[in-house]
């Protein structure tokens, strides 16, 4: 399986990739499917199955809302997210929906929004949809797995066990961080070297640069519309929004050096993983990285670096990009991204080690000490779970996002002291926290049936 740093950082809505971002497109996938087979027009009710962790916690993470944009032929990348709650009022108020955004159905939420207590074999995040000819016989049926990170494979690959139809043979294709630091050995490359000259199988290199540029536009917006705004989050919680207070407070504090690690230099991480997972609860336009609930632990790191950095520039972008998404693979490939297959560790534990190596690579770091930074990162995160309070990507996720950014600038610094020889290497704490994944309670992986969603419900 090829895997592009595309496919780990996509533009996207909030609340959360693998609930939102995977919903909105297996929608989307459904109904351009019934286009090119011609049966769009025949179509005269639509049903939505939402089965085990899309169930359980899928009306916190707007599931719903996020496959019935789908239904109405929106793509995440593309869709104005601000629109989206108008749409939804406007639905439930004329119980219609507007197929692929122009054929008129009926749709009662009541009846056609079926939230399912059980679990589909393949993956805990399960969705099927129904379509219904005029006549009331069945016309279409899909069943769509969200694996994480927003990609989404059908019943067809989940059967095969094609989970990524990129077969794409890759220059320096690495299984492992062992094969990675090989590669980088035998060929004199950096990290981030690598991962561009495997990228260039499918972009050219101005593509793959004003590619991942775009990227990093996108994470300044996703921060400043964070700083915007006060009030409290949707979802009935009433979580404070603390970024754009805090943004003010460090103004009056004055600006840190990247170097020095004070306490203000600290807050100004959190402030940018805040600002991004406050805007990320709010539905805001994301980038998931690689996931949506984890998505301020990269671009905090990065904007960080950017900020206050003596000497930046948008190459360092790139490479810290490109590198972030060399152990996302890793993890991706050897154990998973998704909450709900092992708890917070396979997302915020993932991001914490992506955001590591990339700014251990832009730091001047050898492969070895990339590879030493992305361990440490991942170790101190391992045994993670996945248990928001109501359903919802706000607690713990918005302050864990701030931990995480912190935790892995510390890793930079210890594994940059030393000279990459450690004693854990980075596959066996990516096979721990698969084995750990695997052992985990379900109700610890993206259900809110345990933890923190359980116990601040109990005060
Ligand atoms: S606890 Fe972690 S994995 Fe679960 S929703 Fe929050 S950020 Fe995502």
Redesign the pocket.
């Known amino acids: 399986m090829a895997i592009s740093v595309f496919d780990l950082f996509k533009i996207g809505v909030g609340p959360s990739s693998s609930h939102t971002v995977g919903p909105m497109r297996a929608g989307a996938l459904f109904v351009q499917g019934l286009r090119e087979r011609n049966e769009l027009e025949q179509v005269s009710r639509i049903e939505v199955r939402l089965y085990g962790s899309l169930s359980a916690t899928g009306v916190g993470h707007g599931t719903d809302n996020a496959t019935i944009m789908g239904l109405m032929g929106e793509w995440p990348d593309q869709i104005d997210p601000t629109l989206i709650g108008p749409r939804i009022s406007e639905l439930r108020e004329t119980n219609t929906l507007q197929l692929d955004g122009r054929l008129p159905i009926e749709f009662r939420w009541e009846r056609d929004m079926l939230l399912l207590d059980e679990n589909l074999p393949y993956h805990p995040n399960a969705m099927t949809l129904v379509a219904y000819a005029q006549d009331g016989d069945l016309l279409h049926e899909d069943t769509y797995y969200s694996v994480g990170g927003g990609f989404v494979v059908d019943a067809a690959q989940a059967a095969s066990g094609v989970l990524d139809a990129d077969q794409t043979v890759l220059p320096y294709d690495f299984n492992s961080a062992a094969e990675l630091l090989e590669l980088c050995k035998k060929n004199d490359m950096r990290v981030s070297q690598l991962m561009m000259a495997n990228e260039l199988t499918w972009r050219s290199e101005a593509d793959i640069r004003a590619g991942l540029l775009k990227l990093w536009r996108a994470m300044q917006e996703c921060v400043n519309n964070g700083l915007k705004y006060e009030g409290t989050l949707p979802g009935g919680l009433n979580v404070r929004r603390r970024a754009a207070k805090l943004h003010r407070n460090l103004q009056e504090i004055g600006k840190p050096n990247v170097i020095g690690s004070t306490m203000s230099a600290m807050e100004w991480v959190n402030l940018f993983a805040l600002a991004v997972n406050e805007e990320n609860a709010a539905g805001g336009r994301m980038v998931t990285a690689p ?1 949506n ?2 998505a301020g632990i990269i671009p905090a790191v990065l904007h960080y670096y950017m900020r206050f950095s003596d000497v930046v520039d948008e190459s360092n972008v790139v490479d810290y990009l490109l590198a972030a998404a060399a152990v996302g693979i890793l993890c991706k490939k050897n154990a998973s991204i998704s ?1 709900a297959e092992v708890g ?1 560790q396979g ?2 534990g993932s991001a914490c080690a992506m955001a590591a190596a990339g700014l251990a690579d832009i730091l001047g770091g050898t492969p070895p000490q990339v590879e030493n930074a992305a361990e440490i990162a991942l170790e101190h995160n391992l045994g993670l779970t ?3 309070v109501g359903g919802l ?1 706000q607690v ?2 918005i302050e ?1 996002n701030a931990i995480a950014a912190v935790k892995a600038i510390n890793a930079v610094q210890m594994a940059l002291r030393g000279d990459g020889e450690h004693f854990i290497s980075l596959d066996q704490v990516i096979r721990t926290m698969r084995d750990t994944g695997a052992d985990m309670h379900d109700k610890y992986k ?1 259900t809110s049936r345990g933890g923190l969603a359980v116990s601040a419900i109990e005060c």
Do not use: I, K, L, S
Request: glycine share 14%.
């Open positions: 996931t609930g984890a909450g917070c997302e915020v996945c248990d928001p990507v713990p996720c864990r993206e």
